[in-house]
Every structure is written in C-alpha cells, then in structure tokens.
C-alpha cells in the first residue's frame, strides 16, 4: 500500500475525517480534489464511493472478528454495479433481496454457493430463478415451499433453503427493528415444527437458518446479546432440522456514527462474543459456518453525496443555499428515512473544507417541499453560488434509497473512484 493510503486508513471512523482536506482548502476523493472529479464526473450531483476506504473498513472488520466467521455484504445498502463487483471480491458472501439485485451480484462474479435471497413477497418467478442459480434461499413464509419443491423437480436441481426466524426477542437500540413480535420477516419461532416438517417431506436442501433483528445499532451489548439468543434459538431449532445446519447467518446491525455524540461501533466486545459462539459451534453444530450480514456497516462510510449551490439566499436573517440536488437523491440526508427526529448528517463545503471563515446556514435542495432540508442552521465554511456541498456518511441506502423521480429534476450520477 502507497503512503497516502496509510495515511487516509488511520481515522476511518470519524464522520468526515476518512476524506483529508488539501493545503488549499479542498476535500481529498479517493486520489483527485473535489473539484477536479467533479470535473471529471461532468455532472452535479454525484455520488463518490472510495474504493480504499472500502477495502480498508474489510480488512478491519476481519481482522477484528474471529477468522472463523463468515462476513456478508448486504447489497440493499448500496447495489451500485461496481461498488458490487468490488465487494465481491472482498467479503466471503453476498446477501440479495429481489432478484434484480441477484443478478448484479451474479454479474458482478459473486459465487452463487454463498449468496443469499432474503426478502418477503418473494414473487415465483424470482423463487425459480434463485434455483435456477443454486442460491441459498431464505425462506420467509409457508407459500414459498412448494413453489421451490416444483422448481427443483422440474430443473433437476437442488433448492437450498434456509428458514428466516422471526425470533420471540427484539434487537434493542436498534433504528429500525426488523424481528421480535408480529412482523412481516421471516416465520414466527412457534410455526417452526411445522415448517420444518415440511421442509423435509418436499425434500428441499436444508441448509440452516437466517435471524436478522435490526439495523443501524451502535450498541455492542444489544448486538451481542441478539446473536446470543439468535445462536440459543437456532441450536434448540437444529434438533427440529431435518439434516444438520450448515450456515447460521446470525444477521448484523452494525450501525455507523452519523450525529454529533454519536461514537463508533466497538467491535472488541462483539468479537470476543462471536469467538465463544464460534468455540459452541464446533461442538454444538459442527457442521456450520457462523455468517453476518451487514450493509451500511461496510459502505456507509466510504461515500458522499455532492451537490452544487445554485442559489443563496437570505430569509428574515437565516441564510439559504439552494443546491442541485436533495431529497430526490439522497432521501436519508433529509431525515426522511427511518429518523424520528430529524438531524443532520456531516455536511462540509467540499472546496472549501479548510476554510476559516464560517457562518450558520441552512441547506436545502430545489424541490418545492420543507421536507428538502440537508442542513438545519448549521456552521458550515462560508460558501457561494457554484461551490460543492458535500454530506458525509452517504455510501449507504443513499441513491437506490431516493425518490429520484419526485419533481423531475435530472438524475444524480455514481462514481467509485
Ligand atoms: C437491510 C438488511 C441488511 C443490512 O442492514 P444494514 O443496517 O445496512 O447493515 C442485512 N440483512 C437483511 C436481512 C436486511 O434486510
């Protein structure tokens, strides 16, 4: 590795500090200023995705966690085709959530023995299509078992299945909960005797069980104690299997820091837990491979959103920079995905992010909706017409999660640089 790279890992968790800012004020991109790859990418706005921060945050997760464990990419986070391909290479799995997606991963050249299809309302032709390309298929309700069991006859080709649980726990402290009580994932514990009979009777490739609890958590504890209980249930469900468990996907929720007093996730509890799970497994599973599945933990850091002011404005007092973009790309830097309360994310003048001249100021996007905020009065360097607002943390559920239709306004581009 070059110099510059050692020197860009080092602050990897700190909002903002993974991108250095040059002498002349300007935000560093990957190996160009910000407003030469704006050049470069000929539009605003763009989304620019760091290939080095994305290996870098890789290799430390590996080296942080038990070698033993197997680590998934969740391509819903970010399906970019390139930024796939690269991941691919990179982490031992890749987890699909429709078919569109299973296609990027199998063009990006993911091995199609570790990838994974989880999702409700799995249409038919998607479950025919997973067994055509002998993915594991995370079952997620009752209907789906027949139509795999004819597709697998007809095609003469195994259908692996794993059963998503809908677990009797909730993930605490998580953003979004996705698992405990009545939900629309996965198969309540309760129904799993049955289920699991069924499995068997059409003969379908019983691989192991999938648990995902929640997302977006910054609490180790909470995230350990989910995979201690999600490694309790699937051992007492092991014994209702009908052949031995190969793969326990044990879910993820990393979160990433994104508000002030936020701190980064620490993985040393994490990973001594995993260890003692993975020390169980030998004995207590001896045929499985522990996996986790995580999205925004992977990529969320590694990208920004970068959208020009094309307007300034001033309103009883409070200033407003109006930029090419907002919502429409970027929905999350609204606040409109999942928030409760609505913060703002890291946001610096891109060209100017070594400037000492600053001022409170308000970022909003073009579209004709209060909603279109990415900056609430916040102090930002002082900034003009045709300078480069940068939002940081915005590798993940960022254009793919946006109403990029919503007031027609041109489409935002994405870079991996
Ligand atoms: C969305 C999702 C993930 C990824 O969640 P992150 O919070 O981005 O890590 C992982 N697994 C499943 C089943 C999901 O639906």
Redesign the pocket.
Known sequence: MSDAIAVKRAPIHAPMAQFQVEASGELRVGDQNLSVLAERVGQTPFFAYDRELLRARVAQLREALPAQVKLHF?M??NPMPAVVGLMAGLVDGI?V?SAGELKVALDAGADPAEISF?GPGKRDIELRQAVAAGVLINVESARELPVLAEASARLGLPARVAIRVNPDFELKGSGMK?GGGPKQFGIDTEQMPELLAEVGRLGLAFEGFHL?AG??NLRPESICEAQQKSYELALRLAALAPSPVKFLNL????GIPYFPGEQPLDLAPISANLQALVARAATELPEASLVI?????LVGEAGIYVTKIVDRKTSRGQVYLVTDGGLNHHLAASGNFGQVIRKNYPVTIGNKAGSVERESVSVVGPLCTPLDLLADRMDLPAAEIGDLVVVFQSG?YGRSASPEGFLGHPASVEVLV
């Open positions: 969740a819903k986070a987890d959530a989880a996705m995902f997302s977006q879910g993820g929720g990393f599945e995580l999205g925004r933990y993940a």
